[in-house]
């Protein structure tokens, strides 16, 4: 196989475009792919200070340094959730990215260790409020992550989700009639309220199989392990579903995720989630950050969590 | 060749030559969730694997939720 730009010899086949590219030339078309995302969905500027949610594995990690390789203003936070062995060595992932990569563009990284902060491991809380661990781990990385972006005042929060995440999220979403989610899929949310931060996910034009490649290309040392609470997840399942059907019939899923964003875009108009929100939101009782509760979920959990640890 | 697999880590001997195509296909493996890597690099479909090569077969999908 030859690549499709230079005719030098290809280290991957991209089936959904009908391409095949050489490492150098790999690199520039998944620079593209995340500048073209950037810009066209209006994430940030040159100027604005930008903070990724980094968790060791190869899309946040590739995600950082594709930020900073364009020369972007790019921070990270890693939270650790305190999953025995697995936390440890994610940890150090990032810890090492951040020393050898991060540093020379000077970029820093934060570190919020969930022990420390709510009293225990993931493993632990979530068996204390009855929820799945994927349901509390996600409860608490979008508290501290927008937290962490509020309070140290950055313009956006930026996370690795990516074709793959995206496409299975709204399989999900649509096989379960999970309307009111849908709104909330789209790869720049607005701060619609004072104490939200902007999010985006400029990955969201690249499959997993692209970021990965992206990553041992660049020899981005990321944690190859799933994490052991995902096993039998159904985000895995749909994803094994759509890469099944992408195999078969290549560019399915970026047909399904980015024909959504174009019907969104022509049915609802930007402005009706920053209104809803608007109309929705208020600060929790507790924290202050904005929920459409009087006490917001991840407040809700830490309370349950304390109750159930003193009954 | 030496085919090394993730989760759980395990090493398996397999006859070559044979196309990268062939070997995930002998393996019931979905080539979009995988990449196979061969030393530092990595191989596309079409590459012909010798009987003395050492290859890796990574997984590269991960579940539950994102940050």
């Not at chain 1, 972007?72 to 951040?98: C, N, T, W």
């Not at chain 1, 034009?205 to 159904?234: Q, W």
């Not at chain 1, 109309?279 to 929920?291: H, V």
Request: charged fraction near 30%; proline fraction near 4%.
């Amino acid at each position: 196989m030859r690549c499709t730009k230079c005719t030098t010899k290809a280290v991957i086949g991209l089936p959904r475009h009908n391409a095949a590219f050489c490492r150098p030339c790999f690199t520039e078309f998944v620079h593209d792919q995340v500048a073209r995302a950037i810009k066209s969905e209006r994430m940030f500027g040159r100027e604005d200070r930008i903070l990724v949610a980094v968790s060791g594995g190869k899309d946040s990690l590739a995600l950082w340094h594709i930020l900073l390789k364009l020369g972007y203003r790019a921070d990270a936070l890693y939270v650790d959730l305190g999953i025995p062995a697995y936390s440890a060595k994610s940890r150090e992932k990032v810890q090492r990215f951040a020393e050898t990569t991060a540093h020379d563009h000077g970029a820093t990284l934060c570190i919020h260790t969930v022990k420390e902060a709510e009293g225990a491991g993931i493993r632990e809380l979530s068996m204390l409020v009855h929820r799945p661990t994927c349901s509390t781990c996600g409860t608490i990385k979008r508290y501290q992550f927008n937290r962490a972006a509020v309070e140290q005042d950055y313009d956006v929060m930026a996370t690795g989700h990516n074709l793959d995440d995206e496409a299975a999220r709204l399989l999900g979403n649509i096989l379960h009639w999970q309307v009111e989610y849908l709104d909330k899929q789209g790869p720049s949310l607005p701060a619609s309220v004072e104490g939200f931060a902007k999010k985006v996910k400029p990955l969201y034009r690249l499959s997993e199989r692209e970021i990965a490649a992206y990553a041992v290309l660049n020899r981005i040392d990321y944690i190859v392990e799933e994490c052991p609470m995902a096993k039998g997840s159904k985000m895995l399942l749909y994803k094994d579903v759509l890469n099944r059907l992408e195999t078969e019939s290549p560019g399915t899923k970026q047909r399904f995720y980015w024909g959504f964003l174009d019907q969104e875009r022509l049915s609802r108009g930007t402005s009706s989630m920053l209104e809803k929100d608007r109309s929705a939101l208020q600060p929790c009782s507790t924290c202050g950050q904005p929920t459409t509760a009087h006490i917001c979920s991840y407040c809700r959990m830490i309370a349950r969590a304390k109750a159930g640890a003193s009954s | 060749m030496k085919v090394r697999l993730c989760h759980p880590e395990r090493d398996i001997e397999i006859k070559g030559p044979k196309r990268v195509k062939e070997l995930l296909r002998d393996l019931s493996l979905v080539q979009e969730a995988h990449l196979v890597i061969r030393g530092d690099d990595l191989v596309t479909e079409d590459e012909m694997l010798k009987d003395d090569d050492l290859v890796e077969i990574r997984p590269v999908i991960s579940g539950g939720e994102r940050g």
